[in-house]
């Protein structure tokens, strides 16, 4: 399917490895010009240059904090007038919330919350005068079902689901979609560190917490990253204008609920 995105500019979030690094991929398969954000410019130029061998649509990098007035302000200015934004930001760290002070939540909120709505605000109405714009905002699947361990990525990210609740049902009368994309356990490095947490507290290896996490998923395996990136170009595609406001999970049917 031709997604119907060649030549439309995107800015992708947090994009040199894992989640934010497959979205960009898939984007510039599919022709689209990517500005790529990352706090590490070494670990950032690596991604860019895996994405550009992919062929498709250029990349260009701003090594900054997204999360700062500063990092979006590098961004934007590399990117004035995104078709498609993909925020993203990496979670805060689990914990028991008796252990997190103000500073942490604010932390949290600030990147997983007030970093998405800053960028949104400072391209949305751009993307209404063209008559085209889609966000896709990166979240969790803690979005539907809370995980214990990650209260302050429970907070946040509920946060800024509720509000783009509200804006999402403005801006699609001008063709401008806003959704989130749920992921369950992909093997990506911030899995990883919360899989460390579980497996030092039960005193088993990373292997076995790994096997534990997988079977206890329906589909019977963690995600691959690059099936969270194909899911994020099509919502990001010509096609999917009919479709905001939603947070769709891809999880491999770990999510018991019916809605």
């Known amino acids: 399917m031709d997604l119907g ?15 934010g690094k497959a979205c960009a991929a898939s984007l510039a398969r599919e022709g689209v010009d990517v500005t790529i954000c990352a706090r590490t410019e070494e670990t950032l130029n690596a991604a860019a240059d895996e994405i550009r061998a992919l062929g498709g649509g250029s990349v ?15 961004v934007l200015d590399a990117c004035p007038n995104p078709d498609i934004l993909v925020n993203n930001a990496g979670g805060p760290p689990p914990g028991d919330f008796r252990d997190w002070d103000r500073d942490d939540w604010i ?41 214990e361990i990650l209260g302050l990525s429970n907070g946040a990210r509920a946060g ?26 992909f093997y990506t490095d911030r899995l990883k560190s919360n899989l460390k947490v579980h497996a030092e507290k039960e005193g088993v290896s990373m292997d076995e917490m790994a096997a534990r996490r997988a079977a206890s998923i329906p589909a019977g395996r963690l ?29 491999g049917g770990n999510y018991p609920g019916t809605l």
């Not at 995105?5 to 989640?19: P, Q, R, T």
């Not at 509200?166 to 401008?176: F, Y």
């Not at 994020?232 to 204008?241: D, E, V």
């Open 5 to 19: 995105i060649a030549g439309k500019k995107a800015i992708v979030c947090a994009a040199s490895k894992g989640l």
């Open 60 to 74: 260009q990098t701003v090594a900054c904090d997204i999360t700062t007035d500063e990092g979006r302000a590098a």
């Open 107 to 147: 932390k949290a909120v600030d990147a997983n919350m007030l970093t998405p709505i800053f960028l949104i605000k400072a391209t949305v109405d751009g993307m209404i005068e063209r008559k085209f714009g889609r966000v896709v905002n990166i979240t969790s699947s803690s979005v539907k079902a809370p995980i």
């Open 160 to 185: 800024l689901t509720g509000f783009i609740a509200g804006l999402a049902r403005k801006t699609v009368a001008h063709n401008v979609t806003i959704n989130g994309l749920l992921p369950g356990a």
């Open 223 to 251: 995600g691959d990253a690059a099936e969270f990136g194909e899911y994020c170009a099509f919502l990001c595609s010509a096609q999917a204008g009919y479709i905001t406001g939603q947070n769709c999970l891809i999880d």
